[in-house]
């Protein structure tokens, strides 16, 4: 560390005020000398010293790259990996010194997980994303060594792996003398994670330096961290390397997701009418929508696929030619179209919920005793895990107990009062007394008016014809 720091130093990077520390072999991270005040520039990095995708696409494996305009899975990300990769094998390279503090094995991230590691996440759909993930880059390198023959040599395909995730847990997206670029940048990459964010940084024309200013006081030996931004768990995890075990902004908000894969039943009676409305978005026939506890976009998609799901053909007739709302795809449908179509999508709501909860080998409960016992080591790949797949649990949990809380509701078939509307506020929190004061109430307040209004003519009959 020591010979970095220097390499740092002599370049003009300036960090009077922060030390790096070690915590466990890959583990680091930076911390204040002394205490900090806020709207102060901690951190200054020269133009000189951050590997730029620019750079990569200078080299002889870039320029050809370029030049065959090749499908790869994430370009900016290969060719700051290029430049890395070729500049490694020179022994006098000037990036040696940050080159030698890069974790050499990242074996905390998924890829690089054995198969045995990988049941950790058995049950979640993360699984997949990790192959997808493996895949895509084994097809990036098997492009590149086709292209260019050579290349082989010069980095293997475990070599090409680790270099993808190095730049993909470690760039920053920065705008560099007006031109749009990612870059590598030596001892900011160092700054781990927390929400809400304390720092802020940027790329200072002015200064042509790379720059880490606090959004707040920082007290002498604290901790200095960046934001990787509000991220699903399994972004963290899959990119990343890690979970937060608390995952939940200042507002309350927990971004944790699980996707959930919506599709039409075969069997059903107007199938080829509804899947003409399903691709009406240019999307698949499966659609798969990742899903928080919120009553944000996501999840009133989510929502209006259920009710498109289970339409009969008669709620269907309205979807289709509804001049109101226009509803032009399966994504429209924000608004309940009455008790028997909510009632039926709340139902397959929970047999999905209820069927993704079968695939853990684990419960909830299970998975927070062995969180609480202490067992896990801080840091460990185990725990990482457990904490992805029972952030998963607690929303299919949380889903599930709403669909039977608003079933529970309907089935009781009397008016939503104040004082029942209060209880369910109490007892389950904010988002499930949202669902069934708007939704199951505005849906009982529609039914109530539309009963009204057929048995009006009634009563006016029952009174007598009116003589002129």
């Known amino acids: 560390m020591a ?29 204040a000398k002394e205490e900090i005040e806020e709207d102060v520039n901690i951190v200054e990095i020269p133009l000189s010293c951050l590997i730029t995708v620019e750079m990569g696409k200078q080299t002889e494996v870039g320029q050809a790259v370029l030049a065959a305009n090749l499908d790869l899975d994430a370009p900016k990300h290969v060719f700051l990996m290029l430049f890395m990769l070729v500049d490694r094998k020179n022994p006098d390279s000037f990036f040696k010194p940050y080159y030698d503090t890069l974790p050499p094995t990242l ?11 990988l049941r950790w996440l058995d049950g979640s759909y993360l699984q997949t994303q990790v192959e997808d993930r493996r895949f895509a880059i084994e097809n990036d390198y098997a492009a590149i060594c086709e292209l260019v023959p050579g290349f082989a040599e010069v980095a ?10 190095c730049v993909c847990s470690r760039n920053f997206g920065l705008v560099v003398n007006g031109t749009r670029t990612s870059a590598m940048v030596p001892l900011a990459d160092m700054l781990n994670h927390y929400r809400p964010r304390e720092t802020k940084w940027t790329f200072d024309n002015g200064l042509q330096a790379f720059t880490i200013t606090t959004l707040m006081g920082i007290r002498g030996g604290a901790q200095v961290y960046d934001s990787y931004g509000q991220k699903c768990n399994h972004r963290f995890l899959l990119n990343y390397g890690f979970s937060i075990e608390n995952n939940v902004e200042p507002d309350g908000f927990c971004p944790n997701e699980v996707p959930f894969e919506f599709k039409l039943n075969p069997s059903d009676p107007i199938f080829d009418r509804k899947a003409q ?54 994504k429209d ?9 909510e009632k039926a999508a709340l139902e397959v709501f929970a047999g999905i919920c209820e069927e993704y909860l079968s695939k853990y080998p684990a419960t909830y409960e299970d998975d927070k005793a062995l969180l609480e016992s202490g067992s896990l080591k801080p840091f460990s790949n185990q725990r990482h895990a457990v904490i992805q797949v029972m952030g998963e649990k607690k929303i299919l949990l949380h889903y599930l107990d709403l669909c039977r809380t608003a079933l529970a509701l309907i089935a009781e078939d009397a008016p939503l009062t104040d ?33 009204k209004a057929l048995a009006a003519p009634v009563r006016q009959m029952a009174a007598g014809p009116t003589i002129i």
């Open 107 to 117: 074996s905390n991230m998924p890829i690089f997980w054995s198969e045995e590691e």
């Open 333 to 341: 449908i924000r608004f309940p179209f009455g008790l028997r179509n």
């Open 3 to 31: 010979i970095f720091e220097k390499w740092l130093l002599d370049n003009g990077s300036k960090y009077p005020q922060l030390e790096m520390r070690e915590y466990d072999e890959e583990v680091r991270g930076v911390h």
């Open 156 to 165: 293997t395909l475990a070599e090409f792996k680790w270099a993808r995730m």
């Open 419 to 451: 004082e029942k509307q209060a209880e369910l506020y109490a007892q389950k929190g904010q988002h499930i007394g949202d669902y069934c004061a708007n939704v199951v109430g505005q849906i009982r307040r529609h039914e109530q008016a539309k009963a």
């Open 277 to 330: 409305f399903w691709k009406a978005d240019g999307g698949p026939m499966v659609k798969r929508i990742r899903v928080a506890v919120s009553d944000n976009e996501n999840t009133r998609v989510a929502y209006s696929f259920l009710r498109v799901m289970v339409a009969t053909p008669e709620e269907f007739d309205l979807m289709e030619g509804n001049s109101r709302f226009i509803y032009r795809t399966a």
